[in-house]
């Protein structure tokens, strides 16, 4: 089946560690994006990227990091700078840019810090 | 930047009964509205999207309007059923990502 496979679905990380959060998809899209959310603040644009070895920094880019060095594969950062990592985590890809923008999520992956 | 914002933040019907969801967008580019259902514990799947070259679109029990001159659109879903029940998300883009409202949780009582 083809789509956006998210891990872990449950991660659990103690203050000061880095901690990378995994986005494969086998939907051959080129964009793919970061997106954070916490309740009743909606999804926060983190970081995307419009094609391999190329990304930008979304809205709250500060304390996460990202790669693309490879078209199917996007995985996060949440490096011990981030003040307030405790969230849940949501990866989505689009078509190529003359399609419609639609996005397509994973499943999140839930982040606490203990 | 792109601002969206939604209203209400909770909403509780009746089964059968309609439902309207409302979004303001800041910038006057955007030019794709989609809204986004999301289960709990899930990622959010779009249910249906709007142009800024067409006012309404309909999909069975859903539509959307879009009103550009005010910068706003709504999402309307008639008929509601227990699995409704969800939080909805609309979105507007801005250069190449989507820029989200702060969501609605319907809740559609038996």
């Known amino acids: 089946d083809g789509g956006i496979t998210q891990s872990p679905k449950y991660l659990f990380r103690k203050e000061g560690q880095n901690v990378t959060l995994s986005c494969e998809q086998n939907l051959n899209h080129d964009a793919m994006y970061w997106y954070r959310q916490d309740p009743g603040q909606g999804l926060r644009l983190i970081y995307y990227?419009?094609?391999?070895?190329?990304?930008q920094k979304g809205d709250i880019a500060e304390g996460y990091s990202v790669s693309r060095e490879k078209k199917e594969s996007f995985p996060l950062t949440v490096t011990s700078a981030q003040k307030n990592p405790t969230a849940f985590y949501l990866c989505?890809?689009?078509?190529?840019?003359?399609?419609?923008?639609?996005?397509?999520f994973g499943e999140g992956s839930r982040l606490t810090v203990l | 930047g792109e601002n969206v914002e939604q209203h209400p933040s909770t909403l509780s019907v009746q089964e059968g009964d309609s439902a309207v969801i409302k979004c303001t967008y800041s910038?006057?580019?955007?030019?794709?509205f989609p809204w986004y259902k999301q289960e709990l514990g899930k990622g959010p799947q779009l249910i249906i999207d709007?142009?800024?070259?067409?006012g309404e679109k309909k999909d069975q029990r859903i539509a959307v309007t879009l009103n550009k001159t005010a910068k706003h659109f709504s999402l309307h879903i008639t008929e509601t059923q227990p699995e409704d029940s969800a939080v909805y998300f609309c979105a507007a883009n801005r250069r190449r990502a989507l820029t989200f409202g702060s969501g609605t949780r319907l809740q559609v009582q038996p």
């Open positions: 989505a890809s689009s078509p190529p840019r003359d399609n419609t923008g639609e996005l397509f």
């Open positions: 990227s419009q094609i391999v070895n190329d990304f």
């Open positions: 910038d006057s580019a955007s030019n794709y």
């Open positions: 709007i142009r800024s070259n067409v």
